[in-house]
């Protein structure tokens, strides 16, 4: 983001805090200010919490580090935020009574650690550990909470969503006996002493730390002022846009993988190794990227064990053929598997969404587009720019929307519309 662009950003939020803290009493406004300076001092800690490193280290090393580290950073995040949930609540039921006397960086670490400390003599040895994840769906609802907290339904809604909006009090009560478990959960890993049991905790509770304070400030600060989600957390993206990006970014790693040979056992000897290489390069850009910390910890292992297992098999003279050949076909099965993706809830009622809401518009618009090319151009426009977003869910969709805004954006829109309305009609989602 460019520097004006930053500075608009940030002067959005701060005029959008600035609203809330003026639209409680004067009482209050000292207490609502540092709980926003506590909750974004939190997020500043999350955002540099980065377990990446760790993933290649032996096990002893790696949680040595960590238990005296980024999992405590974790755990202490968790706690202050907590105690944030109590306060805030007050501070938007009125009573604002709570002290802020101390943000989270003031805070003294052992009581944030103290059930993570082990007498080193007792202390359990070090082991790889398994990853176990948590499978749930807590913050893809949370973000479909407050989003329809945000644009509530209609009353004839309401049946079909199936639930009523509950009270800030309750709703951070729920929030919080959430980050209780993520926090014994992570507390649990660090006694067995597991490197990728705390490494998947430690990412679950970053995630779900960022996503509730989010929460549980937008859904406040809607009892309190008219602002926007993005108005008062500009750096944080949804569950949405981040399942987006993970899409992009785990397709087009797939795509590479499978670019480099149809059938890795019928590739003739001599270009083994260089395809083995290949394909090291590209497990290494996405472990790499920005992308990676956002995978899941499953397949943050898997494209671990990938790399070594190429990097052990380049060291050799390359003489045992069948290894490297096993190597990669590891790797295209694991890329393929990462297609899984597009199984995702959040993802299909994305493009389902986008799907219905296309084929509607060209519907209507073949009818009309002969002998009114130019009035109906901006809006072909418009759908392939919505096509675009629903990328990597059908390859001849994908083709065709290329194809259609390259080739042949000069072709006629009718024609355009009527092959859009065959192919969007063989999209099942």
């Keep these: 983001m460019r520097k004006d662009a930053r500075d608009l950003v940030e002067a959005t939020q701060l005029q959008a805090i600035e609203l809330i803290i003026l639209s409680v009493s004067e009482s209050q406004q000292a207490d609502v200010r540092l709980a926003f300076e506590a909750c974004f001092n939190i997020l500043d800690i999350l955002r540099r919490v980065d377990l990446r490193e760790y993933e290649s280290m032996e096990p002893e090393d790696a949680v040595a580090?960590?238990?005296y580290g980024m999992a405590m950073q974790v755990?202490?995040?968790?706690?202050?935020?907590m105690k944030l949930l109590g306060t805030w609540t007050e501070c938007v039921l009125g009573g604002a009574e709570a002290l802020f006397s101390e943000s989270p960086e003031g805070k003294d670490e052992q009581s944030a650690t103290e059930e993570?400390?082990?007498?080193?003599?007792?202390?359990?040895?070090?082991?790889?550990?398994?990853?176990?994840?948590?499978?749930?769906r807590f913050c893809?609802?949370?973000?479909?909470?407050?989003?329809?907290?945000?644009?509530?339904?209609?009353?004839?809604?309401?049946?079909?969503?199936?639930?009523?909006p509950i009270s800030v009090e309750d709703f951070c009560q729920n929030l919080t006996l959430e980050l209780q478990a993520t926090r014994e959960r992570l507390q649990a890993?660090?006694?067995?002493?597991?490197?990728?049991?705390?490494?998947?905790?430690?990412?679950?509770?970053?995630?779900?730390?960022?996503?509730?304070?989010?929460?549980?400030?937008?859904?406040?600060?809607?009892?309190?002022?008219?602002?926007?989600?993005?108005?008062?957390?500009?750096?944080?993206?949804?569950?949405?846009?981040?399942?987006?990006?993970?899409?992009?970014?785990?397709?087009?790693?797939?795509?590479?993988i499978r670019a480099l040979a149809r059938d890795f056992d019928l590739v003739p000897v001599d270009e083994i190794q260089a395809l083995a290489r290949e394909a090291l390069v590209?497990?290494?850009?996405?472990?790499?990227?920005?992308?990676?910390?956002?995978?899941?910890?499953?397949?943050?292992?898997?494209?671990?064990?990938?790399r070594a297992r190429l990097e052990a098999w380049l060291e050799t003279d390359g003489s045992v053929v069948r290894e490297g050949r096993w190597a990669l076909?590891?790797?295209?099965?694991?890329?393929?598997?990462?297609?899984?993706?597009?199984?995702r809830e959040l993802l299909l009622e994305h493009d389902r969404a986008i799907r219905n809401r296309v084929l509607g518009l060209v519907q209507g618009l073949v009818q009309y587009a002969s002998g009114n090319e130019d009035a109906v151009l901006p809006q072909v426009e418009l759908v392939m720019s919505d096509l675009k977003q629903m990328a990597?869910?059908?390859?001849?969709?994908?083709?065709?929307?290329?194809?259609?805004?390259?080739?042949?954006?000069?072709?006629?829109?009718?024609?355009?519309?009527?092959?859009?309305?065959?192919?969007?009609?063989?999209?099942?989602?």
Excluded: H
């Design 65 to 67: 580090a960590m238990e």
């Design 75 to 81: 755990v202490g995040a968790l706690e202050d935020t």
């Design 116 to 136: 993570l400390t082990l007498d080193v003599g007792t202390a359990p040895r070090a082991i790889d550990g398994v990853v176990q994840p948590k499978r749930d």
């Design 140 to 164: 893809e609802d949370l973000d479909r909470y407050v989003a329809r907290a945000m644009k509530p339904p209609r009353d004839d809604e309401e049946e079909e969503y199936g639930e009523r």
């Design 189 to 256: 890993m660090c006694s067995e002493r597991s490197k990728w049991g705390i490494i998947t905790e430690g990412e679950e509770g970053r995630r779900k730390c960022q996503k509730v304070l989010r929460a549980a400030f937008i859904i406040g600060c809607r009892e309190l002022a008219p602002v926007t989600a993005n108005e008062l957390f500009p750096k944080d993206p949804s569950e949405l846009e981040t399942a987006l990006f993970v899409r992009e970014a785990l397709m087009s790693f797939r795509a590479d």
């Design 282 to 306: 590209r497990i290494e850009q996405l472990l790499g990227s920005d992308v990676y910390t956002m995978i899941r910890a499953l397949d943050r292992f898997s494209l671990q064990d990938l």
């Design 329 to 343: 076909q590891a790797t295209k099965d694991f890329a393929d598997i990462l297609s899984n993706v597009n199984r």
């Design 392 to 429: 990597w869910r059908s390859r001849e969709l994908d083709d065709l929307v290329e194809r259609l805004t390259t080739v042949e954006a000069a072709s006629s829109a009718s024609a355009r519309l009527k092959e859009l309305t065959t192919v969007l009609a063989d999209v099942r989602i």
